[in-house]
Structure formats: structure tokens, C-alpha cells
């Protein structure tokens, strides 16, 4: 791993939340697997934005944080499956409330992101000098 920048700060539950899991796709990851999608395939299937090494680099700090188990059947080609931890089980019902959150405040949110989004397209336009 390369070297961290920002110190660790671990004085409370949200910079402990925080550390576990930031990551672009890591609740989408964790989501995906406790609806049954347990390939890696399945997950690249799941969300396509994510490249596959990033997916890779995320599942394996969720292992790291024993929130997903990782099997590999000795097959060839080598299997792998992802299933959630105990742990891992005990995060679902709150990235289900925050879904529930986004879902009954979508239009507002989508709103404001792109709102913020327009404005700062602007701000780069005006430094580019276009």
C-alpha cells in the first residue's frame, strides 16, 4: 500500500465508519453481496463504472476490515465468491436506511449534486479560460 498523507485520526465512531468505508463503491459492494451477487463478475456486472481493479482493491480492504469473507474453490479457472462476515451483516440495516434516505430525498439531492456539479464545470471553464 502507498503511504498515507493524512494521518490516521481514529477519536470516534464516524472517523472509525469513515476509514472502513470510504471508497467510492465499497457500500454498493457490500450491498450488492448481501442481495446474493457473490462473483466478481456479478459485482463488474453490478456497477460497470467501476473498473475491475478498483473493485478488486475495495473488496479486498472490506476483507481486511472482516466485513466480506473471500473463497477461492480449487478449480481451474480459480473461483472466488464473496460473502458477508457476521460483521459485515451487522452494517446492512444502516446502508438500508441510508438508501431509504437517498430514495425519499432523490430529487432534492440530484438537485443540489448537480447544482454543485454546474458550478464547478463553471469554475474550471473560467481558469482554463474558455
Known amino acids: 500500500m502507498k503511504d ?3 494521518p490516521l485520526n481514529l477519536n470516534c465512531g464516524l472517523d472509525l465508519i469513515g476509514e472502513v468505508l470510504y471508497g467510492k ?6 450491498w450488492f453481496i448481501s442481495q446474493g451477487h457473490q462473483r466478481p463478475s456479478e459485482l463488474q456486472t453490478k456497477i460497470p463504472d467501476a473498473s475491475r481493479r478498483v473493485l478488486n482493491i ?3 480492504e472490506l476483507e481486511e476490515h472482516d466485513l466480506v469473507a473471500k473463497k477461492i474453490y480449487p478449480v481451474v479457472p480459480p473461483k472466488v465468491e464473496y460473502s458477508l462476515t457476521a460483521f459485515g451483516q451487522t452494517v446492512i440495516p444502516i446502508i438500508a436506511v441510508l438508501g431509504n434516505w437517498g ?3 432523490e430529487e432534492r439531492l440530484r438537485k443540489l449534486i448537480l447544482n454543485a456539479q454546474s458550478v464547478t464545470d463553471g469554475l474550471e471553464d473560467e481558469v482554463i479560460g474558455r
Open 103 to 105: 430514495n425519499e430525498n
Open 58 to 60: 475495495q473488496l479486498k
Open 25 to 30: 463503491w465499497k457500500i454498493r459492494l457490500l
Open 4 to 6: 498515507r498523507k493524512i
